[in-house]
């Protein structure tokens, strides 16, 4: 069975520093791995996905993800937070059963 | 144009009422879910349905119905509502079901 472990419930950084949010996930064969966004009060957002190909993807608002085979994870960073990131990240795995299995979500406080 | 909407956004209704929630997406999708996020911000699929067929239902109480009258549609049904029926609840689509899904806004439901 699928499941997706984010190790980090909350990660607080400085305005302008660099981004990394931890996700590792459990999948017998090559997931197709999602990482979504949540703003207060909304629903989800698709930052970005990776399927196969190029293990680093790229994403919008300036997001990356990295996935690593050898480490079953894929990272999501971004080099310099801007305080309208602050938000709830989830990881998602897909690809069998028909739908998507998250993670517990990583809540980003941005400080200024 | 709204890709998937859901109505109400809020839903406040005292217990053993009997409640619905609807979602449309116009993407044209062949696959929509109801995905519960409970009081700690869990995601988890409740249903799935691909061009108007149930494919997963994930033991949830059967006082929870979905019904898809058309693809582009999936209402839920919830008879006898429960103070653990609090939750928020999103309705999302994706063109296959191991694809990224595209989530409306949420029913924050609280049951009092």
């Known amino acids: 069975a699928q499941s997706v472990t984010q190790p980090d419930i909350h990660i607080t950084v400085s305005e302008g520093a660099s981004l990394e949010l931890r996700c590792n996930y459990s999948?017998?064969?090559?997931?197709?791995l999602f990482w979504y966004v949540q703003s207060p009060g909304q629903g989800l957002q698709l930052l970005l996905k990776y399927f196969s190909g190029d293990t680093l993807v790229q994403g919008i608002k300036g997001f990356e993800a990295e996935f690593k085979r050898s480490q079953s994870s894929f990272n999501l960073r971004k080099p310099s937070v801007h305080w309208s990131d602050a938000a709830e990240y989830f990881c998602?795995?897909?690809?069998?059963?028909?739908?998507?299995?998250f993670g517990a979500g990583t809540i980003l406080r941005v400080k200024s | 144009d709204t890709a998937v909407s859901q109505t109400p956004k809020y839903l406040v209704t005292q217990m053993g009422n009997d409640k619905s929630i609807k979602c449309e997406q116009n993407?044209?999708?062949?696959?929509m879910y109801w995905y519960k996020q409970d009081s700690k911000k869990f995601l988890k699929i409740m249903f799935s349905y691909n061009n108007k067929e149930l494919i997963i239902n994930e033991t949830v109480p059967n006082r929870f119905s979905p019904k898809s009258p058309d693809k582009a549609h999936l209402n839920l049904h919830i008879n006898s509502l429960e103070l653990g029926d609090s939750a928020v609840y999103f309705c999302?689509?994706?063109?296959?079901?191991?694809?990224?899904?595209?989530f409306g806004q949420g029913t924050r439901l609280t049951v009092v």
């Open positions: 993407l044209g999708h062949d696959t």
């Open positions: 998602a795995v897909g690809r069998d059963g028909n739908k998507l299995v």
């Open positions: 999302a689509s994706s063109q296959d079901p191991s694809l990224e899904a595209f």
């Open positions: 999948y017998g064969a090559t997931p197709y």
